[in-house]
């Protein structure tokens, strides 16, 4: 016999060998002999009070054993002389796309402007210590995406979008933790996942699809409004079938050439704001009730905070713990923060995106010429702002808390986890006014919300504006493009996810989808 129940364990308790054996021979009136084995399902933290308790779904084994934990099977036919389906873009969508199509006994053939995650590892280091921006190779171009390089949360809330348990258990097969499986919050953390992107690829290859690295589609051939043909930056062209289009939210290029041949857009609300930077220490304090070092068996705490101001919302966008800030510019003259964490998550400062939503029609009426790409406009605008704030480098404009919501110019700054450094600059004023004002009535009532978190220990660093897609490309609901047959809006960059995990399930969808026309 199987039960499932729910168990909760004190800090303590969880010291304790066998405690959640002993927590279910309780709960359920049997004699722990009867147990053969307690399976945990589920893990999550309750620091809501005083007293922080770990909350167990488990499975509970009465008078039979535990079976062998059985690997994820995923059926991969060989497919290097079926039928073609492109994909552009080789982030979690494109990944995920190619993968099911490899299911699905069809070929993927792959083309990602960047390179593979060990020569991208060239460009990191070179953003980060010689303020150089490779165009086509940095934080969010390249092998994996934006996620490889920039944290690995796998955490999300679109679970009515498809199958989020087969892309967890996916990702395990290729190499990651079954942990995540099991924590409410899952991550597989920068320093993680480039390996399990690579053995994404191995499998893709090994079952007979194609990965051009290094391979920028430039034009798109149509023909009475069919798809045909692709060019690449070396001026070769492809014919195609059906293509997956899963160039992330920040390949603008793609946006300007759709935009440029007539094809339909539309402009898409996102967020804008900065990254807020505490020690790691001080949210501990907050949501542990503790002081000092926070105990061993708790992982550095997190946050998630939102609050209306204006009639819009301010939120707390991809938080870090035990993180680091990273530059995140695809492009010369502009400086863009993102955050990570690596999978220990242990280092000594926190970070999180504090972000305010922009509705692109109503807030920016200067940049209505701009048709659908007005958000975009907007956007590159504020980060050539940074750009220029911070120094003319990567170096990024910041300022101490407290001083920027009391509009006063920080005479020295906190240490910092962004490697390229800061420079106090007075974002109260360098902030358009319906992000600054909004921020800076948010920062107040979040420090009310959370006793310790208002400080002048914490930094604000300009600008977090990659927050999604301020883009839209449309799609029917056989999730092609309404006007060009052929073309499958996908992930992030068509404005369909927000995150790795939804993504990649956005990405399967579309594979199944494409293979219709075939």
Do not use: W
Not at 173 to 198: C, F, R, S, V, W
């Amino acid at each position: 016999m199987v039960k499932e129940i729910q168990v909760r364990t004190n800090l303590i308790e969880e010291k304790k060998s066998e405690i959640l054996l002993h927590k279910a021979s309780r709960k359920l009136g049997i004699d722990s002999k009867e147990i053969m084995g307690v399976k945990v399902l589920r893990k999550s933290i309750d620091a809501r009070k005083k007293e922080t308790f770990f909350n167990y779904k488990v499975a509970v084994y009465i008078n039979e054993p535990i079976p062998e934990n059985s690997a994820p099977i995923f059926d991969y036919k060989e497919v290097s002389s079926a039928k073609e389906i492109h994909i552009v873009g080789f982030g979690p969508s494109g990944m995920y796309a190619a993968l099911r199509c490899i299911e699905l006994g069809y070929k993927p053939i792959i083309l990602e402007r960047g390179k593979n995650v060990q020569d991208r590892r060239r460009d990191i280091k070179a953003i980060n210590q010689d303020h150089i921006v490779n165009k086509n190779s940095n934080y969010c171009y390249g092998e994996g995406g934006a996620g490889t390089y920039s944290d690995g949360k796998l955490y999300t809330r679109s679970l009515k979008r498809g199958d989020v348990r087969r892309i967890f258990e996916n990702l395990v097969y290729h190499g990651a933790t079954e942990q995540i499986l099991i924590d409410a919050h899952p991550h597989i953390g920068t320093n993680k996942l480039p390996k399990i992107i690579q053995n994404i690829r191995e499998t893709i290859l090994k079952f007979g699809g194609e990965i051009h690295f290094n391979t920028q589609v430039t034009d798109f051939i149509i023909k009475k409004n069919q798809l045909k043909a692709i060019i690449l930056k070396n001026g070769n062209e492809m014919t195609v079938n059906s293509v997956i289009l899963a160039t992330g939210h920040s390949a603008r290029d793609i946006y300007e050439l759709l935009h440029k041949k007539n094809i339909l857009l539309k402009a898409k609300s996102f967020a804008m704001g900065v990254r807020v930077e505490h020690p790691q220490e001080i949210i501990d304090s907050i949501q542990y009730n503790c002081e000092g070092t926070r105990n061993e068996l708790l992982p550095a705490a997190a946050y998630n905070l939102v609050h209306q101001v204006n009639n819009r919302g301010v939120y707390s966008f991809c938080m870090c713990p035990g993180g680091f800030i990273v530059p995140a510019a695809t492009d010369s003259g502009e400086v863009v923060v993102n955050g990570m964490s690596p999978s220990r998550r242990n280092n000594k400062f926190a970070n999180s995106g504090i972000v305010v939503e922009i509705n692109v029609d109503k807030d920016i009426p200067k940049y209505d010429q701009f048709g659908p790409l007005k958000g975009l406009e907007y956007q590159k605008n504020l980060e050539r702002l940074a750009f220029t704030a911070g120094g003319r480098t990567q170096t990024a404009p910041a300022q101490r808390l407290i001083d920027f919501v009391d509009g006063k110019l920080s005479t020295n700054l906190n240490e910092t986890s962004y490697q390229p450094g800061l420079n106090s600059s007075p974002m109260h004023s360098l902030l358009p006014k319906k992000i600054g004002s909004r921020l800076r009535k948010g920062f107040d009532a979040f420090g009310k919300k959370m006793h310790g978190y208002y400080t002048n220990e914490a930094n604000i660093v300009g600008v977090e504006s990659r927050t999604s897609s301020p883009v839209n490309i449309p799609r029917k609901e056989n999730l092609e493009h309404p006007e060009i047959k052929g073309l499958f809006p996908c992930g992030e960059g068509g404005g369909y996810a927000g995150g790795i995990v939804s993504a990649a399930m956005d990405g399967e969808r579309c594979a199944e989808a494409a293979i219709q026309l075939l």
